[in-house]
């Protein structure tokens, strides 16, 4: 269980408390979650990086901070350069708005500080 924290933890940056709570308090749950989280993040007809990418477009137009510095964090983890955020961050802005392109960027700005 300990390695799939720490795989957990190279592809999203940061293990949110949540996870490490539910591994002691309903292991079963954790390993299906776990399983389902390998399965969304492997490479498949979309790169991780191009996922992670997605992920942090989503996590800046819900505007949830927490998930956008995770995310970031696994981003670099995987080797997403800074002009590939930016350009997803464009396509949240097309969608969602100017707020969630500013939150987003703004994120970006102080997670590369």
Do not use: C
């Amino acid at each position: 269980m300990e390695e799939n924290l720490k795989s957990l933890e190279e592809k999203i940056g940061k293990v949110p408390v949540i996870f490490k709570d539910l591994k002691e308090m309903n292991p079963e749950l954790y390993g299906k979650v776990m399983g389902l989280d390998q399965m969304i993040w492997d490479d498949g007809a979309l790169s991780r990086q191009t996922k992670k990418i997605i992920a942090i477009a989503i996590a800046a137009a819900l505007r949830d901070r927490h998930a956008v510095r995770a995310q970031m964090a696994g981003a670099q983890n995987l080797g997403v350069k800074k002009e590939e955020i930016e350009e997803g961050l464009r396509v949240a802005f097309l969608l969602a708005g100017m707020p969630a392109y500013v939150y987003g960027k703004t994120a970006l700005e102080d997670y590369i500080k």
